[in-house]
């Protein structure tokens, strides 16, 4: 586990502890949301999927893992629906009120760029990169199940005319989609790493690139 995951998890610890020991939660509880959020703070190797034996399901297991990274706020936030973004864990709407624009960085009144310089800006806590943008409204991804945002993935009139091989390149080594490990500002990064989600993606994609069938199934059925 990274040095900014294990404090994060430790931080989370302390508090259900002292919680723990207010009375307001059971210990039994608290062991099991330490567990979880170790867990989530992760992401599991390609090789450690080498025993599902069916290839087709091994495929997805790999996706499944991806998708911690697809479905963390760091990730999602830069692929809204509508045409303001989100921010912070919570997915706030983004303040002030900003908008995509007509090339997913800003009005012209109000650029991007305007706020988000070319690195996180710590005194004031204002993230920042040179591409600072949204992703496309054909990337638009928030509220969609996994199984949704792996065929949208997958589909080059979706996905911006990429072939799986481009969005392994995107996802492995552009470095906008790194700052989400490198965050600032005591913002919580994505799981893992960079080079771990990059990993899964390849083997995803070495496997089949199998898509999740009844992620939606299951959520109904919760």
Known sequence: MACSDRFRVARLFRHLARRC??????AALVGAAFAAAADAAE???????AGVG????????????AGKVLQHPRCLNCHPVGERPTQGTA???HEPRVVRGPDDRGAAAMRCTTCHQQANYEPSGVPGHPLWHVAPRSMAWQG???GEICRQLKDERRNGGKTLAEIHEHMAHDSLVGWGWQPGGGREPAPGTQ???GALIAAWIQTGAECPRDDGARAAAR
């Open 21 to 26: 020991a207010s009375g307001v939660l059971p």
């Open 195 to 197: 080079q771990q989600f």
């Open 144 to 146: 969609r199940s996994l």
């Open 54 to 65: 069916d290839r087709a399901e091994q495929s997805r297991a790999l996706f499944r893992e």
């Open 43 to 49: 992401l599991r190797a390609p090789e450690s999927f």
């Open 91 to 93: 997915m706030r709407p």
